[in-house]
């Protein structure tokens, strides 16, 4: 905790000022919502070098996005306002590697005594379900834990078109959706590119989705 209040103080006297941060009490203008996973290691401004103001974040275990029902919460609101009212040109769902939920979706048993995580992971059953039936031949741990990673990306990118302002924007061509997967070892970010139905270096891609994204390729294999 001490290291935290130092770094407010900080904050305070040095940063804020600096950067002139009380420019942003005038409103928000962000370019993206970027949905991304809790995970501490996981910082979106800095993976984006972007300033405050520039995104609109969710996060959540496992950077899932609940698909829409009448019932929807925290999730469903954030996205509704990030389209509906701040009017977000891009939605980024970002997993990462070394993924802790992930791993739990692969390993049920872990969550024996954790219910609310297991509750919340049936929103990746889908995930899930692709992985066991599609995935047999991948049995090396790391391999199969990074394409549940990528799968899941996917996954949440189809709950995310069922949400009425998503498909409402995306109809008038006002919004874009992107999957990316960050790499802890590497620093390295990938982006889905739906043309090759394959993740890919985001230096390589538009990292933009436009059809719907298909099962990857490598499944075939």
């Known amino acids: 905790m ?7 103080h900080h904050f305070q006297n040095s940063v804020f000022r600096q950067q002139r941060l009380q420019r942003l009490t005038e409103g928000q203008q962000p370019l993206a919502l970027m949905i ?10 800095l993976m984006t070098q972007t300033e405050p103001g520039d995104l609109f974040i969710l996060r959540n275990a496992g950077n899932l996005v609940p698909a829409f029902s009448v019932s929807s919460g925290g999730e469903a609101a954030t996205i509704e306002y990030a389209v ?5 040109a891009d939605i980024i769902i970002c997993g990462h590697s070394h993924c802790g939920a992930m791993q739990a979706l692969l390993d049920p048993k872990s969550l024996d005594k954790l219910p609310s995580v297991k509750s919340w992971l049936t929103h990746a059953e889908a995930t899930r379900r692709i992985i066991e039936e599609n995935y047999g031949h991948l049995t090396d741990k790391d391999s199969r834990l990074m394409v549940t990673v990528e799968e899941n990306v996917l996954v949440q990118l189809e709950h995310l078109r069922t949400h009425p302002s998503v498909a409402a924007a995306m109809g008038r061509g006002d919004l874009k959706l992107s999957g990316w997967v ?16 394959q993740f890919g270096p985001i230096a390589d891609t538009d990292a933009r989705l436009s059809p719907a994204p ?7 294999g």
């Open 182 to 197: 960050y790499n802890l070892n590497t620093g390295s970010v990938f982006a889905y590119d739906a043309t090759q139905g």
């Open 84 to 88: 509906s009212a701040l009017k977000v």
């Open 214 to 220: 298909q099962m990857l390729q490598r499944s075939a």
């Open 2 to 8: 001490q290291k935290l209040v130092q770094g407010i």
């Open 36 to 45: 991304t996973c809790s995970d501490s290691r996981i910082c979106p401004s």
